[in-house]
T-cell receptor
């Protein structure tokens, strides 16, 4: 079974731009979660989607948003990028909320 | 207070020794706990999940959960150089997210 895939793998943007990251979950998994990982803050939860509905959101500003499509694929968007948004963005999928989450390879975003 | 705290390390052990990693959590509602391994530059990879009090063994790895003490641990027996990585403890309070500790970096000396 194919794992979680994320595109793009690397991205360089400048301050003020916006970015869209994509995640395809493991086949059959309906829950998709997004996390931000930085050296200073570690792994922090962004949001979780199940059946196209956001069920939980972490403590991030409104510039961070996401959505899920009917095929369970998910996208997250960051608008008006700031230098501090430079991070590894990880997507994880699971069957449902109590199931184990499996991570994709991540998208490494650098904001200049 | 962070929801999940890990002994920060780093932890250095000789090859063949036991590496012991510890984690405490603050939310008594947490039901599920996970240990992930993350190699430098890579994404987290699941090692173990544990849901009930007691021990759970998988190969050289043993996870222990004590809900009364709000404590989770991971033992790595017969440590190998390939075990050198950052180990992340995560808890699930049941609100559709995982809360991660800061991670413990383990180095296995050959």
């Amino acid at each position: 079974k194919a794992g979680v895939t994320q595109t793009p793998r690397y991205l360089i943007k400048t301050r003020g731009q916006q970015v869209t990251l994509s995640c395809s979950p493991i086949s059959g998994h309906r829950s998709v979660s997004w996390y931000q990982q930085t050296p200073g803050q570690g792994l922090q939860f962004l949001f979780e989607y199940f059946s196209e509905t956001q069920r939980n959101k972490g403590n991030f500003p409104g510039r961070f948003s996401g959505r899920q499509f009917s095929n369970s694929r998910s996208e997250m968007n960051v608008s008006t990028l700031e230098l501090g948004d430079s991070a590894l963005y990880l997507c994880a999928s699971s069957m449902d909320r109590r199931e184990t989450q499996y991570f994709g390879p991540g998208t490494r975003l650098l904001v200049l | 207070q962070k929801e999940v705290e890990q002994n920060s390390g780093p932890l250095s052990v000789p090859e063949g020794a036991i590496a012991s990693l510890n984690c405490t959590y603050s939310d008594r509602g947490s039901q599920s706990f996970f240990w992930y391994r993350q190699y430098s530059g890579k994404s987290p990879e699941l090692i173990m999940s544990i849901y009930s009090n007691g021990d759970k063994e998988d190969g050289r790895f043993t996870a222990q959960l004590n809900k009364a003490s709000q404590y989770v641990s991971l033992l790595i027996r017969d440590s190998q150089p390939s075990d050198s990585a950052t180990y992340l403890c995560a808890g699930s309070p049941g609100d559709y997210k995982l809360s991660f500790g800061a991670g413990t970096t383990v180095t296995v000396r050959a």
